[in-house]
């Protein structure tokens, strides 16, 4: 009897890794230096046929940066503003919602005296003329809260009011909707899901999702699970541990009719994370083993754009203005 070994041969490119083994579709780095400056935890959103960055971070003591950027196709960026009238552009929320760009929430100067979470929302129809439509929405003022539009509304899920300094108070699971920005209402204060931030939430089969989650300090905790409702009142828990892993600070997206996660931060030890699972019902998941993809890392961008699934930027130890694309056919993901 004969045996043979197949191996795997892992390659570095540049900032990503070449996994030669097997014929799924492969990511491509459409650049490893964008326009802008290195930085995890922007706003991002695709709107007028273009990618977009608002602010992000880039250090613990400084104070977040305020840029607006826009690209056709990931590799050519113009600075539409330089210094945008928001502050709170750390973990903020971001949306497409009425013909407009949305940014609320967020966080402000990082550990320094000053530090704010915030419950302003602003919107903008060219990125460069910004409108505060409320100073004080009717939720608390927090960062990294989920942020969907869904029924014609706004839906405001969870997030901390703290980012360095909170404690397990600081994190929430109320669910808010509106429909101009400025008036909110409140679906539920206390949701089945346990109270989180650093989670995602998308929309998918007529749905609003929320995806794992949880706390970074002072005590760490992350969730693997998906719950999904179609009012933001009743919920329903459609897994309690997906395979892909309690984390923080992930991206996740909807993709041709299934959710896909992205990468994402976990602790103890302290691991960046570089996979990709994509599901049609949020309960059975299968993990996309590209033979070329990017480095691990969190707080990324996450796009759908000319039909394809993107990334940019985020925390890849150091951080990094690379971006990526993947066009995956219907075809090959009803065969595998």
Not at 32 to 51: C, I
């Amino acid at each position: 009897m004969k045996y043979i070994l197949l191996s795997l041969v892992v390659l570095s490119c540049s900032s990503g890794v070449v996994l030669a083994q097997s014929d799924v579709p492969n990511w491509t780095q459409v650049t490893d230096h964008a326009a802008w400056q290195p930085r995890d935890s922007q706003g991002e959103v695709v709107f007028k046929d273009q990618l977009w960055v608002l602010g992000g971070w880039f250090g613990s003591f400084e104070a977040p940066p305020r840029d607006v950027w826009k690209s056709p196709d990931g590799k050519n960026w113009t600075l539409v503003d330089k210094q945008a009238p928001w502050k709170h552009s750390d973990l903020p929320m971001t949306v497409v919602f009425d013909d407009k760009m949305w940014l609320m929430g967020g966080w402000y100067n990082g550990r320094l005296p000053g530090h704010s979470a915030s419950n302003e929302v602003w919107s903008t129809s060219d990125g460069v003329k910004w409108e505060q439509v409320t100073d004080n929405a009717g939720w608390s003022p927090r960062l990294a809260a989920g942020l969907v539009e869904f029924k014609g509304k706004m839906w405001i899920l969870g997030g901390s009011e703290n980012y360095y300094f909170g404690d397990e108070k600081s994190l929430k699971n109320d669910v808010w909707s509106s429909s101009d920005g400025k008036t909110w209402e409140l679906a539920t204060d206390n949701a089945p899901w346990s109270p989180r931030s650093y989670h995602a939430a998308v929309v998918h089969d007529e749905k609003m999702w929320v995806l794992g989650g949880g706390n970074y300090v002072p005590e760490y905790s992350a969730n693997n699970d998906v719950w999904c409702s179609e009012d933001g009142k009743n919920w329903t828990e459609v897994t309690a541990e997906a395979p892909w892993g309690p984390r923080l600070w992930f991206s996740a997206v909807t993709y041709r009719d299934r959710i896909w996660v992205l990468g994402g931060w976990s602790n103890n030890p302290s691991t960046n994370l570089g996979d990709v699972w994509y599901s049609r019902n949020g309960r059975d998941w299968t993990e996309l083993k590209s033979e070329m993809i990017w480095k691990a890392r969190h707080e990324h961008s996450a796009y759908v754009f000319q039909d394809k699934l993107w990334i940019a930027g985020g925390h890849a130890r150091p951080l990094n203005n690379e971006v990526w694309s993947l066009d995956v056919s219907s075809k090959w993901l009803d065969d595998h």
